[in-house]
């Protein structure tokens, strides 16, 4: 056979080219154009063609070759349509599809973002402050003593200025969300006296530090919102309501509110806050200790040497503020035993949490 009949039946066979799966074509481009092929052993031949022959072949030769792998090709394509087709026409749509393992809020951001709901729909926005504060916001501008407790290292995380010397130093973790009152009242001191502001209404959600070894009821950080609301005229009934609708809003229409005489050094007069029990609804169980009573938070009306430690006229501001721990809350709303749980990740006790 001359390469000419030769390269013509070759093309033959490559018009006819038909593949029923994608082995079958791959066989198919083996046989052709690989090493060994149909197609590769004629470019051998041509080598023993003439020279002034090969100039006759060569054109019609690079053509089939060309025309091989496009035949490949676009049999290559209409098997894997016709495999994305079947696979649709075979697909069991009733089957449950594939889990997506989906994650939960924290507990405690529950929580907080419900408490900071409930004050916004009475006006209150949030303001931020540091963790790490110094000792004139957490504690000197709130009107405590110089020799308070809470300034003393068994209470307060001190940090250290030069690596091994604790105390004297006035950089602590803040021990309380207070803090941030001080420097909402500060900054915002000048506007009130400009009249360029009328009244201070945050609340103060954030994380506070306390020395205290870690135990099923205490831990070495926990978490409060802080509420403050300065303005003329503000009366111990106005705190008094606000707390009301809170504690009605958080834990049912049907709770009830008592305040009993505290002392802050920030807050004169002070109260406590106790709400009646939600797990017995106030006729006396083992959360409530037989009394009906749960504490919830601590408030009282801005104490004037507060007020102008900040620069704002007590003469003519008043105000009240509170404080509430969001484990406490989180206690009473889903009953968890061990405040470690919070803190520890166990995806076991967050997990509970998904539809909340
Ligand atoms: N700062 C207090 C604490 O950590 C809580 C508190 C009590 C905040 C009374 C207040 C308040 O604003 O008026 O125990």
Redesign the pocket.
């Known amino acids: 056979m001359t390469l000419q009949e030769h390269i013509a039946q070759v093309a033959q066979q490559v018009e006819q080219f038909s593949a029923s799966s994608q082995e079958a074509l791959e066989a198919l481009r083996i046989k052709y154009l690989s090493r060994k092929g149909e197609i590769t052993a004629l470019f051998e031949e041509l080598r023993a063609v003439p020279k002034e022959e090969k100039a006759q072949y060569g054109q019609p030769l690079n053509l089939l070759r060309q025309k091989a792998e496009a035949r490949i090709n676009e049999l290559r394509e209409l098997l894997a349509q016709k495999k994305a087709a079947d696979d649709v026409a075979s697909a069991d749509l009733t089957r449950t599809p594939d889990p997506i393992a989906i994650g939960a809020r924290h507990p405690l951001s529950l929580v907080r973002e419900e408490i900071i709901d409930i004050f916004s729909r009475i006006g209150f926005t949030v303001a931020d402050g540091p963790e790490v504060e110094d000792d004139e916001h957490v504690f000197g501008l709130l009107n405590f003593a110089p020799e308070h407790p809470a300034r003393d290292m068994q209470d307060t995380f001190f940090v250290e200025k030069e690596e091994g010397v604790q105390k004297p130093t006035d950089i602590l973790l803040r021990?309380?969300?207070?803090s941030v009152?001080t420097r909402v009242m500060t900054e915002a001191a000048e506007r009130l006296r400009s009249g360029e502001q009328s009244s201070i209404r945050v609340l103060c959600p954030g994380r506070?530090y306390r020395n205290e070894a870690i135990s099923a009821r205490a831990h070495c950080f926990f978490h409060?919102v802080?509420?403050?609301y300065i303005d003329k005229n503000v009366s111990f009934a106005d705190l008094r309501q606000a707390l009301l609708y809170f504690a009605k809003e958080m834990f049912g229409a049907d709770t009830q509110i008592r305040l009993r005489p505290s002392y802050?050094p920030?807050?004169e007069p002070?109260a406590e806050m106790d709400i009646s029990c939600n797990i017995c609804g106030g006729t006396g169980c083992a959360f409530c200790k037989g009394t009906g009573w749960v504490e919830i938070?601590?408030?009282?009306m801005?104490d004037p040497n507060v007020l102008e430690a900040c620069g704002i006229d007590s003469k003519v501001y008043s105000g009240?503020?509170?404080?509430?721990g969001v484990e406490r809350i989180a206690n009473l709303k889903y009953r968890v035993k061990d405040l470690r749980l919070f803190s520890e990740n166990d995806i076991r006790f967050l997990g509970q949490f998904q539809s909340c």
Do not use: D, I
């Open positions: 021990t309380h969300t207070s009152q506070v409060q802080e509420g403050l802050f920030f807050t002070s938070l601590g408030c009282g801005v009240y503020a509170f404080g509430m």
